[in-house]
């Protein structure tokens, strides 16, 4: 509910999700600026969560990297799709846990291309399914 009630996340389902556009560069792991901004806002999010939820349920947010279908050139830090999702959600992991999220509440994961919410080559498609998913789930 502390989540669903901010209006910079989207929710689907029992998730919360963030474009790749909105936190990373295209074909990059590292957070942007805009990206720091977003995901500082989600930190106090979690921070409050984090408060409010009793300490003897055990729980953690897991970070989930998803990418659109077209290959990477290969040429670049990342070889593939997997390894760049699964660098992304590293990559918010490690800035939520500066931002003082507790690390044993957070798990990072990988998808790949693997996972679409959006079926086709379009270019809204392809844009849908590059995105960071954020699931609140027991350990």
Avoid: C
Avoid at 44 to 72: F, K, Q
Avoid at 92 to 100: A, C, E, M, N, S
């Amino acid at each position: 509910q502390i989540l669903s009630q901010r209006s910079d996340i989207r929710v689907v389902g029992d998730r919360f999700v963030f474009q790749s556009e909105v936190l990373f560069d295209s074909g990059a792991a590292d957070i942007n600026p805009g990206g720091s901004a977003e995901l500082s806002r989600l930190a106090e999010a979690v921070l409050e969560l984090e408060a409010a939820i009793p300490s003897e349920i055990n729980w953690v947010i897991r970070v989930d990297g998803h990418t659109d279908s077209r290959p990477l050139s290969g040429t670049g830090r990342f070889a593939t799709n997997w390894e760049l999702s699964t660098a992304r959600a590293t990559s918010v992991v490690r800035f939520l846990i500066d931002q003082g999220v507790s690390p044993e509440h957070l798990m990072a994961a990988g998808f790949g291309e693997f996972q679409p919410i959006a079926e086709g080559d379009d270019l809204e498609s392809l844009a849908r399914n590059r995105r960071i998913e954020f699931k609140l789930t027991e350990r």
